[in-house]
């Protein structure tokens, strides 16, 4: 059974942080690429963050780059999002995803929102 489990969303004001994590299990998760996504209301689901399996190789959408990091630990099947400086505009619902050539797999989604 493929779960990916994320945790760590909230209500934060503006230059605040938060951590996301996404503990994954019932695939080999060291052999997938890991990505953060998110969606705000109206507008389509855009690509935040990628981490390449066991390189560490990361890539950021321009909107968060300096702010966000992403990181993985293959020892706990674990991938996190750490949001620095945060936003209003970033409000919207995080979503992890694992890839593998054809294969995706999808977190239930978080709620971010940052608001004073």
């Known amino acids: 059974q493929v779960q990916l489990v994320e945790s760590g969303g909230g209500l934060v004001q503006p230059g605040g942080s938060l951590r996301l994590s996404c503990a994954a299990s019932?695939?080999?998760?060291?052999?997938?690429?890991m990505k953060w996504y998110r969606q705000a209301p109206g507008k389509e689901r855009e690509l935040v963050a990628s981490?390449?399996?066991?390189?560490?190789?990361?890539d950021y959408a321009d909107s968060v780059k300096g702010r966000f990091t992403i990181s993985r630990d293959n020892a706990k099947n674990t991938v996190y999002l750490q949001m620095n400086s945060l936003k209003p505009e970033d409000t919207a619902v995080y979503y992890c995803?694992?890839?593998?050539?054809?294969?995706?797999?999808w977190g239930q989604g978080t709620q971010v929102t940052v608001s004073s």
């Open positions: 019932g695939f080999t998760f060291s052999l997938y690429s």
């Open positions: 981490i390449s399996i066991t390189t560490g190789n990361t």
């Open positions: 995803n694992a890839a593998q050539w054809g294969q995706t797999h």
